[in-house]
Nanobody
């Protein structure tokens, strides 16, 4: 069974920091590209950052480069997103993501989402 369990998030003031963590089930973690997406009210879901299976290469949206950092710990089967210098426009529901291929078919799994609110 595929499971993505998120933790972290909450309310923070502008300029503050948060850490989001996601733990994945064994069946997908070692084979899938892991990452985070977000969805703000009234907007579509957008990529925040992803990291490959080896953790050697990352991809991030221009809006978060220099402020957010993604990493994965293969021993713990977790992927962590560190959010620094937060802005009001970072307010959104953040979703853990796992992307891969099963039987030749692309698949994309999602966590339940965790709310990040940036407000004074």
């Amino acid at each position: 069974q595929v499971q993505l369990v998120e933790s972290g998030g909450g309310l923070v003031q502008p300029g503050g920091s948060l850490r989001l963590s996601c733990t994945a089930s064994e069946s997908i973690y070692s084979r899938y590209v892991m990452g985070w997406y977000r969805q703000a009210p009234g907007k579509g879901r957008e990529l925040v950052a992803t990291v490959t299976t080896s953790g050697g290469w990352t991809n991030a949206a221009d809006s978060v480069k220099g402020r957010f950092t993604i990493s994965r710990d293969n021993a713990k089967k977790t992927v962590t997103l560190r959010l620094n210098n937060l802005r009001s426009e970072d307010t959104a529901v953040y979703y853990c993501s796992a992307e891969g291929v099963e039987g030749g078919i692309p698949v994309h799994y999602w966590g339940q989402g965790t709310q990040v609110t940036v407000s004074s």
